[in-house]
């Protein structure tokens, strides 16, 4: 677990060039503001699957997420980037129809952890995550023949 301090030191260099590659695609995760960007008027976030990025409006609620430290703020800003992120996979998948449905994609982005918290119980139980470490080693081992 990380330190509020160390916490904190992460998330602002993350926050000058963050890059996620989904499903092959390299996004930017970018932050900013309804005067900068017109699309944050009415919307936390958006997704442009033609640009690859992913901008968070930075503004939430008149709460700069940049400057303040405050524990609910930095869920919706985390919801919110989930939220974006399950609209990338769906128009990378050419499944534009669903990433454009909104409740399907707010349900996959609160359910999240959920299902990660699920499968890897599961992975775990069935000794599959000790698996794949040996066989990414084994590869390791492999490549360097
Ligand atoms: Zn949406």
Redesign the pocket.
Known sequence: MLSSGKKKELITVNFNNLRLKILGEEYSITFSTPEQDIKLIENAG??DSLDKKIVINKNMGNYNILTHDESSKEQLVWDTIK??IF?AFFFESGLCGYGND?QL??WLAFQFEKFNNCLGELSIVLGLACEKEVNNQETQEDNKD
Do not use: D, L, W
């Open positions: 958006y997704c939220h974006e609209h909104e994609i707010n």
